[in-house]
């Protein structure tokens, strides 16, 4: 069955990075666009990146667009979030989710979150 | 970017009753590509219907999904237990954009 796993998350200081991953197991990788999603402690889901299947193209929310970069590796079968200059507003569970098709489509699968707390 | 706004934020309703959540788009979506996600505190999003009415697998027929333009539909003929939770409508696309309405909490009455 498909399983995405993400893993990274934790506390950190406003300005400082991170790096978040998320494994997948089940799926031929290199074939779907996969996506990161946050949601802030008690509110809804925000879009924040997408990567094409072959890694070409890259897309960001523009809360986000500058500070944050996607990126696979579909010899591990694995996407990446870098997110530098972090901020209080961006503490928040970060799901990676899986396009149903190459990019462009509706979200299949998720993972179960990496909670990401920004914070002095 | 197209804004959905989700109504009502809360349905307060008992097992078995049915529940019509409302999804409207800012600008009409010609495409139709809109999908329709189920949260459950502490768990991730699960797909329930895409492209406005297709049901996702293994989700059962009491949901159904409906609309066009900018006037979009999720509807549980008869709640049960399971059903009670947060409900997300998104609209997707191919020229890239992806938003979320901000979510309807359907709760037991």
């Known amino acids: 069955q498909v399983q995405l796993v993400e893993s990274g998350g934790g506390v950190v200081q406003p300005g400082r990075s991170l790096r978040l991953s998320c494994a997948a197991s089940?799926?031929?990788?290199?074939?779907?666009?996969m996506h990161w999603v946050r949601q802030a402690p008690g509110k809804g889901l925000e879009w924040v990146a997408v990567?094409?299947?072959?890694?070409?193209?890259?897309y960001y929310a523009d809360s986000v667009k500058g500070r944050f970069t996607i990126s696979r590796d579909n010899s591990k079968s694995t996407l990446y979030l870098q997110m530098d200059s972090l901020r209080a507003d961006d503490t928040a569970v970060y799901y990676c989710?899986?396009?149903?098709?190459?990019?462009?489509?509706?979200?299949?699968?998720w993972g179960q979150g990496a909670l990401v707390t920004v914070s002095s | 970017e197209i804004v959905l706004t989700q109504s009502p934020a809360t349905l307060s309703l008992s097992p078995g009753e049915r529940a019509t959540l409302s999804c409207r788009a800012g600008?009409?979506?010609?495409?139709?590509?809109l999908a329709w996600y189920q949260q459950k505190p502490g768990q991730a999003p699960r797909l329930l219907i895409y492209e406005t009415s297709r049901r996702a697998t293994g989700i059962p027929d009491r949901f159904s999904g409906s609309g066009s333009g900018t006037d979009f539909t999720l509807t549980i003929s008869r709640l049960e237990p399971g059903d009670f939770a947060v409900y997300y409508c998104?609209?997707?696309?191919?020229?890239?954009?992806?938003?979320f309405g901000q979510g309807t909490k359907v709760e037991i009455k």
């Open positions: 989710a899986k396009d149903k098709y190459q990019l462009g489509n509706y979200f299949d699968y």
């Open positions: 990567i094409s299947y072959e890694g070409k193209n890259r």
């Open positions: 998104q609209h997707y696309s191919s020229s890239p954009g992806w938003t």
């Open positions: 089940g799926i031929d990788f290199s074939n779907y666009g």
């Open positions: 600008q009409s979506l010609s495409d139709s590509y």
